[in-house]
């Protein structure tokens, strides 16, 4: 199973969705895109503008499905918990 998270280091969700990752004991790959710079960032930004049409986050990539913002009980679903 593969995870990816878009996060911002600032925001309440997101850090709210990194936690309940690590609780439940899920590997995940995470980019703070705020903390990011020029092109990289830009890239950021344009995957996570692909994948949801808009640049809300957290962006939760799950095995290809997409969950935007923090929604336990769809990540549950996903992650077979």
């Known amino acids: 199973m593969t995870v990816k998270v878009f996060a911002l280091s600032t925001c309440p969700?997101?850090?709210?969705?990194?936690?309940?990752?690590d609780e439940s004991g899920i590997d995940y790959d995470v980019s703070e895109v705020?903390?990011?710079?020029?092109?990289?960032?830009?890239?950021?930004?344009?995957?996570?503008?692909?994948?949801?049409?808009?640049?809300?986050?957290?962006v939760i990539i799950i095995d290809g499905q997409v969950v935007v913002g923090f929604n336990q009980?769809?990540?549950e679903e996903l992650l077979g918990l």
Do not use: Q, Y
Request: aromatic share 6%; net charge neutral.
């Open 13 to 21: 969700h997101c850090k709210r969705a990194r936690a309940f990752l």
């Open 73 to 75: 009980s769809r990540l």
């Open 34 to 58: 705020d903390l990011m710079t020029g092109a990289e960032r830009d890239e950021a930004i344009d995957e996570v503008r692909s994948l949801t049409g808009g640049t809300s986050f957290p």
